[in-house]
């Protein structure tokens, strides 16, 4: 016991915490601005409220792009291949471009990119997943079918092999060639998760009063999944980000524009690294891992609360001891 | 035996899928893929291979047949190993070509793989068995992070401070230059010198997932009522972790192999291409950037094809390790 004790918290907010397994640690910072409910609990979460800070910080460098950097990233503003400075934080590229504007530029290409592809895809396997729960029977069959050979075909090489069939190269046609591959894992999830919902009774009751088979997806069953879409989505614009980055770096992106991955192919085309010039392709890895980080973040924040048992085992003795004793209570009784 | 019928049933099916997509994504792809090849290649570039305009025309005639009977063709080209020419290659067929170049491939991925299948899951089940103690604390975070960050930057980053400014291994191609391939004691050591930086990345990148996955599921095995019976019979903590808790935590990120896999033959494509390491990932990048459409278009094929064998051996493997199956 003697090593529980000192990590038990104790001030007037305790009572006011739920207790139970699925007990969710309230924000009373939030509750005071009036946040809807799933943005509260994801702010209480100490992960995913980290995640959310970066996330929020990386994006407004990028809305910010044209006050942070004084450069144009696509000028040729400086030495070729200087160290980061006082005039260029980040260094300059061996061709003289300014890499910290090309990252903080970069950010904006990037990120439209990967939330474009991620809403594509989250789209397309919300339909496919809720369509194939709901209906069952032969168009289950063929939609499984779908998503299983989009399962078995790794995702970048059939990434890489679309694009070399597409004529163009660009953000838009990224985004299509990306919501296009990655729906597979999200449209087996959602299907499994929604088999359980298109059984209930409220479904039923739709049907009965004669709503169309889209109108009871859209309006019955799609509301009941919506945190679970949610976190779909962000593990499909994590995934995006990579793939769209990676795709950049070798050489299928548009290699005269600004984003993060065609900042790296340029440093890999002309072998920089050999060369020792670590800015340039340093700062924009790092601006990709810290992205990825972010929502991995927010990630783990989700799985957590909605599994309790992957909690710290911190927090998870102190509830058990909480229900088991109800010690925590008398003694928050007692601070009053 | 059912259960391996069933699922071999599906592996047909998924792998007459994927040979359908192959054959269908050049004629769904919008324009034809010669205009896109004569915008992006240099005039020189053409002058230069007069044979692969010739070669992409008689490639392309089969797409003016209709559509049954050029699918009928494929399907009997692929049943006799025939893949083509390949046009960045030429006159190599695409068979020789993919020969050349996999064992490389083969064996950093198979190597790699499976270091980071057992470091993972051992680090994985360890964490979960002292949850909260330092391996979980400091080994469970930190594998975590590398896991999390792109393989391509994990490789960059590992080429310029492992490779270039600490100097232990060497950073480029897959043996020393000056050697030439075969079974002699120089090529095999320089091979395996030059492997060694790749593969650490592949481990670390991709242990991270093996771990999670471990200690998601052993967390709750740990909990079970046969992990206390072991321990009440009185037997060493060590083994009821590995034979008790581990044993049956473990078939369950072992679902995951297939797309872990097919995850790792993505990574390994970026660390070819940073390592310039003449395998399958950095053909398939090449093929695909010169517009070589049957080497590309075979090597994807293959590609999936891997991730379905690593989906069998899977499966056989599920059998030997969870009795229920077998019946």
Known sequence: ?336 | MRYLLRRLGFYAIALWGAITLNFLLPRLAPGSPIDGLMARLPPSQLAANPHMVENLRAYLDVQQQSLPRAYVGYLKQLATGDFGVSTSNFPAPVSDVIGRVLPYSIFLVGTAFLLSFLLGTTIGMIAAWRRGGIVDNVLTPTFMSLGAFPAFFSSLLAVYFLGLKLGWFPIQHAYDLGLSPGFDWAFLSSAFRHAQLPILIIVLVYAGGWLLGMRNVMINTVEEDYVGLAHAKGLRDWRVMTHYAGRNAVLAPLTGFAAQFGSAVGGLIFIEYVFSYPGAGLTLQQAALGSDYPLAQALLLFFAVCVLVANLVMDLLYVVLDPRVRT
């Not at chain 1, 800070?53 to 990028?62: C, D, P, Q, R």
């Not at chain 1, 973040?297 to 609360?305: A, C, K, M, Q, S």
Request: glycine share 10%.
């Open chain 1, 1 to 336: 016991m003697s090593n529980i004790a000192p990590i038990e918290p104790v001030g007037p907010s305790f009572s006011e915490e739920p207790v139970g397994p699925l007990a969710l640690p309230s924000s009373r910072r939030g509750r005071r601005f009036g946040l809807p409910g799933w943005a509260r609990l994801l702010l209480g979460n100490r992960k995913s409220c980290t995640g959310i800070i970066l996330f929020a910080g990386i994006v407004t460098a990028a809305v910010a792009a044209p006050l942070l950097a004084q450069n144009s990233p696509t000028d040729l503003v400086g030495l070729p291949g200087q160290p980061p400075n006082r005039d260029f934080w980040f260094g300059t590229t061996d061709q003289g471009y300014d890499v910290f504007s090309q990252v903080v530029w970069g950010a904006r290409t990037s990120l439209t990119v990967a939330a474009c592809a991620a809403i594509a895809s989250t789209v397309i396997a919300t339909a496919l997943g809720l369509l194939a729960a709901y209906k069952g029977g032969w168009v289950d069959d063929v939609i499984n079918l779908f998503t299983n050979i989009f399962l078995v075909i790794p995702t970048l090489p059939l990434l890489i092999v679309i694009s070399a069939f597409v004529p163009t190269r660009g953000p838009v046609i990224m985004v299509l060639i990306l919501g296009f591959t990655t729906w597979a894992i999200e449209a087996r999830i959602l299907r499994s998760q929604a088999l359980s919902i298109v059984k209930r009774d409220f479904v039923l009751a739709a049907k009965v009063a004669g709503e169309g088979t889209w109108g009871i997806i859209w309006r019955e069953v799609m509301p009941n999944m919506v945190s679970r879409i949610a976190a779909g989505f962000v593990f499909v614009f994590y995934g995006s980000i990579i793939f769209a980055a990676g795709l950049e770096f070798l050489g299928f992106g548009d290699v005269n524009g600004t984003s993060w991955g065609v900042i790296l192919y340029w440093a890999q085309n002309n072998s920089v690294v050999l060369q020792g010039a670590w800015w340039h392709f340093v700062f924009p890895g790092l601006a990709i891992a810290l992205t990825v980080a972010a929502l991995v973040f927010i990630n783990y924040g989700v799985d957590e609360l909605s599994n309790p048992r992957l909690r710290g085992p911190r927090r998870q003795r102190r509830m058990l001891l909480r229900l088991l004793s109800g010690r925590a209570a008398v003694r928050a009784e007692e601070a009053r």
